[in-house]
């Protein structure tokens, strides 16, 4: 009996141990569970989740195309349900619903999936951002704020006509500093929870031969009182090109009066040439009416734009699919013999199919923001980088931005216009970092409203005003002509609003230190033509195609 006792007192306590233990188990899983689900749900930090691209503008497809980028910078994840994203204003408004996993984005696209081609959309809110600024605040669902930027004056970053999204540069820095945003070309990098982002980068083409061209400049540019009847080698290469053809010549031109060329062209037609003229309708109606009227009389083929405010600007032609010609030259008078001007010749087929299209989408009737980006833009012959553009098309003038980005020693340029803000910002921003920015302008284009001059000079760039009888017609920079990347950027466009977004232009840049120290000693020679007081911050010293400070 006493051994049965102590038996069941024995079990007893072996089953009150075991509840025990299991009681114990319980309550230690309950807790873990309890503190994990208190770390997920515990209130989030200011910074903990920020604001960290926004295309206010929408995209090239549709200014409707607007999205939010969401970032988790903090090594846990992010349980945003019942957080408000709201502007001042009360739209958009938008309830929150997700996690975004740690170091992660979360997308936000408006009205519905389409607005990022290939990234699907973490959530779809409706209202639209206003063009002139917001001010938006993130908060938790304890109402606690997370992250502001009050951009109601205006947004800091971001370009409605190039449909550029603003990016932020530092997580960790206030929303609210304009200098902790940028730019963020071509179509910004929107990126989902699941790691995919959206990114315009462009294919490189193999051209699998050397880069073949010829350059030409204006010899009488400093020294001319005017134009003359004076033929120019620039000229005879032009006219060389034009009789050499064997089959077609497309050319795409603004001005047009110098008798030379239009007998030229004439004479191709009339030995069977296919000769192709695209111009601009307020040029030919103008100015230039006689020599327009030369072409289409002798039963040359004549395509006009059509636009009170846009202008068909290009100055190329395309001849048997083989050869380019571009640069700032207009086939005129002054353009030959009195104005500074380049001229480039291009000897390869890829790069005439690359003009080629473009031409035709205006021979057809498409002229400025009815072309399409339908063109290759990197061109590789055997190791020279080269890149081409249209304008409005082709966001060109971030193309610019970014390559002056790159400028580790010294940007050269000579513009007959020159006000667009993001570039001379960004020429400011190279100046003050310690690049050496010399500058031509032509005294025209500097005395109109909005040359930036005046910023690059309080920047202490080295900018000199031409003061020659004809114009400082060129559109051209110099990247670094002794660094590691020698760049020339040249051809139709003025570095302006319009010449970027509205007007038909072509713009090729060049990875060439060859072409770079051509350029580089038009634009010495042109400096040294310039007298000390045209020049702000004049050096003190010239060396040989270099300016030094020093």
């Known amino acids: 009996m006493r051994e049965l006792t102590s038996y069941l007192r024995s079990g007893r ?37 920020v604001l960290s691209e926004l295309a206010w503008m929408g995209t090239t497809a549709s200014a409707n195309d607007e999205w939010i980028e969401l970032h988790n910078p903090t090594s846990a994840a992010a349980n945003i349900t019942g957080w408000l994203l709201a502007a001042g204003d009360g739209t958009p408004s938008i309830l929150l619903s997700g996690t975004i996993p740690p170091g992660g984005y979360f997308l936000l696209e ?4 389409t607005s990022v081609p290939g990234v699907t959309a973490d959530q779809i809110y409706t209202g639209a951002l206003s063009n002139t600024g917001e001010n938006l605040t993130l908060q938790d669902e304890l109402g606690n704020v997370i992250d502001t930027l009050n951009n109601s004056s205006g947004w800091f970053s971001g370009h409605n006509e190039a449909r550029v999204p603003m990016l932020r540069l530092d997580a960790a820095a206030a929303a609210n500093l304009p200098d902790n945003w940028t730019y963020n070309p071509r179509c910004g990098t929107a990126t989902n929870t699941a790691g995919i982002s959206h990114s315009g980068t462009l294919t490189e083409t193999a051209v699998g031969q050397p880069f073949t061209y010829q350059v030409f400049f204006n010899p009488l540019a400093t020294t001319a009182t005017g134009p003359t009847l004076t033929v120019t080698p620039m000229e005879l290469a032009l006219l060389d090109v034009i009789d050499q053809a064997a089959t077609q010549i497309d050319i795409a031109l603004y001005g047009l009066n110098r008798q030379s060329v239009v007998d030229a062209l004439i004479n191709a037609h009339n030995r069977g040439i296919t000769v192709r003229v695209v111009g601009d309708d307020d040029a030919a109606a103008g100015e230039y009416f006689a020599a327009y009227q030369a072409l289409t009389t002798a039963g040359i083929a004549l395509v006009l734009d059509s636009s009170a405010s846009q202008i068909q600007h290009n100055k190329f032609l395309v001849v048997d699919g083989q050869t380019v010609w571009t640069g700032s030259t207009n086939f005129t008078d002054t353009g030959f013999t009195s104005n500074a ?63 002056l980005a790159n400028a580790e020693e010294s940007v050269h340029f000579a513009m007959f216009f020159f006000t667009d803000n993001v570039l001379s910002a ?77 007007n038909d232009e072509n713009t090729l840049i060049v990875h060439s230190a060859a072409l770079a120290q051509e350029y580089l000693a038009e634009w010495q020679q042109l400096w040294q033509a310039i007298d000390l007081d045209q020049i702000c911050n004049p050096p003190t010293v010239y060396l040989p195609f270099v300016v030094s400070s020093d």
């Open 13 to 49: 306590t072996s089953i009150i141990l075991l509840v025990t233990f299991c009681v114990l188990t319980c309550l230690l899983f309950f807790s873990l569970h309890m503190e994990r689900a208190y770390a997920e749900t515990a209130a989030a930090a200011p910074l903990d989740v």
């Open 426 to 502: 960004r020429l400011v921003e190279r100046a003050e970092s310690g690049v050496v920015v010399n500058g031509l302008f032509d005294q025209l284009g500097e005395a109109g409203n909005g040359s930036d001059a005046d910023a690059l000079c309080a920047a202490g760039g080295h900018i000199g005003v031409e003061d020659f009888a004809g114009k400082l017609h060129h559109k051209f920079a110099i990247i670094d002509a002794y660094g590691s990347d020698p760049t020339v950027i040249l051809g139709s466009y003025n570095w302006t609003d319009s010449g970027a977004y509205q």
């Open 110 to 113: 408006r009205t519905d999936d």
């Open 341 to 403: 001007n380049n001229a480039l010749l291009v000897t390869d087929p890829t790069l005439a199919h690359v003009y080629t299209l473009e031409f035709n989408e205006m021979w057809s009737g498409l002229f400025h923001g009815a072309k399409a980006d339908n063109t290759p833009h990197l061109l590789d012959y055997a190791g020279t980088k080269i890149e081409s553009y249209f304008s409005p098309t082709d966001n060109v003038a971030f193309e610019v931005w970014q390559e």
